[in-house]
């Protein structure tokens, strides 16, 4: 499992280290709000053949069925505008809007199961 150019370029703009998301494993996303914005992501520990993100739209939601699960490798199909920052490394979160990015380190992910 290899990043892509544009996720290295990436990693390294943030100084993150590269991890990246095997397109066999799975990540939670809420299919029915990434029409809303803004688009929130976080990557948690990877485990049980997940790779760690979950990405949302909107406000985020406790409900049990709130993210469904999905293979890395259909994530284009859904939002492909979150690609390049597959790889990442888990305890990184990205809230992106029309125009606006904001990619930061956030420690409790790594301590949460989701969010």
């Known amino acids: 499992m ?3 150019l ?8 943030f100084q993150s280290e590269v991890v990246p998301a095997d397109p ?5 996303i809420a299919i029915s709000t990434l029409n809303l914005i803004p688009l929130n992501a976080s990557r948690h520990k990877q485990a049980n053949g997940t790779c760690g993100w979950y990405i949302h739209g909107g ?5 049990a069925d709130f993210y469904q699960p999905i293979h890395v490798a259909h994530l284009a199909k859904y939002c492909p505008q979150f690609i390049p920052y597959l790889a990442l490394a888990p305890g990184w979160r990205i809230l992106l809007a029309p125009e606006y990015e904001d990619v930061w380190f ?10």
Do not use: M
């Open 2 to 4: 290899t990043a892509t």
């Open 6 to 13: 544009e996720q290295l370029a990436l990693c390294e703009r």
């Open 24 to 28: 066999y494993s799975k990540l939670g």
């Open 59 to 63: 406000k985020y939601s406790t409900d």
């Open 106 to 115: 956030d420690e409790r992910c790594l301590n949460e199961t989701n969010a």
